[in-house]
């Protein structure tokens, strides 16, 4: 069979007949992204490299959810909040739906921060729930980091590091000729929550450096994210003993 495998394509037939091993869901956002990049910039991102995985191990690629958890930035038009509680129990019905069809490992793949608590909540319940195994990856902040150091002088949300995965993966998207920078000094890598730093944060929807992005960096950085994830996706599966 093709891969990756699309299973939203397949007739009933052929999903009966494939064998099913390995799962990936790719989940994002409708969300304010500045004013040069698009509303569903992160759910882009996470499909595309969703797809790229799903090629290079083939494995089955399930459909992407669109809508996330966005308190932070709903003030901006455009931005669509569902909240975490609602995705925490639609994404822990749809991942009980997959396991429930046979599959050993499901792969999350989130492309939204403001999604990471309710994923790992629901992940966790579904899998002890199914006995599947699900792991939830923030791809932007798990995996190549080492590359995104090197590459990204100001990363940040529709910065530097995300304008340029965009330039790479669909250049057509990007208005280079509104993109503006908004830079903080102070570095918080702590759980906080306040309405008030949100906006000091993200005035325009953007923090870090848009306008010193690149198509360039974004491959680079794309492609190292495509290559590690796949090898953190091979050894889950050495773990648990499914053949790929």
Not at 144 to 172: C, N, V
């Amino acid at each position: 069979m093709e891969c990756p495998v699309k299973v939203w394509l397949l007739s009933g037939s052929k999903f009966d007949s494939i064998d099913k091993k390995i799962a990936i869901l790719p989940i994002g956002s409708i969300e304010r992204h500045g004013d040069h990049l698009p509303l569903g910039t992160d759910t882009i991102e996470a499909m595309y490299i969703a797809e790229r995985v799903a090629e290079k191990l083939c494995i089955h690629l399930f459909p992407p959810i669109w809508y996330g958890s966005s308190r932070g930035l709903r003030r901006f038009s455009g931005t669509i909040d569902i909240g975490d509680e609602p995705l925490y129990h639609y994404v822990y019905r749809v991942l009980l739906e997959i396991a429930r069809h046979g599959y050993k490992l499901i792969v999350v793949l989130n492309g939204h921060g403001g999604n990471t608590q309710a994923l790992r909540l629901a992940a966790k319940k579904a899998s002890f729930d199914s006995g599947a195994a699900i792991a939830v990856i923030n791809w932007w902040s798990e995996v190549a980091q080492d590359k995104r150091k090197e590459l990204f002088k100001y990363p940040g949300h529709a910065g530097e590091d995300e304008t340029s995965a965009m330039l790479y993966i669909a250049p057509e998207t990007v208005d280079m000729s509104v993109a503006r920078d908004h830079v903080v000094d102070i570095s918080i890598d702590i759980a906080l929550y306040s309405p008030e730093i949100e906006e000091l944060l993200y005035p325009y929807a953007v923090l870090g450096k848009a306008t010193m992005a690149s198509a360039e960096k974004g491959k680079i950085w794309i492609e190292s994210v495509v290559e590690e994830l796949s090898s953190k996706i091979k050894d889950i599966a050495r773990l648990l003993k499914i053949d790929i």
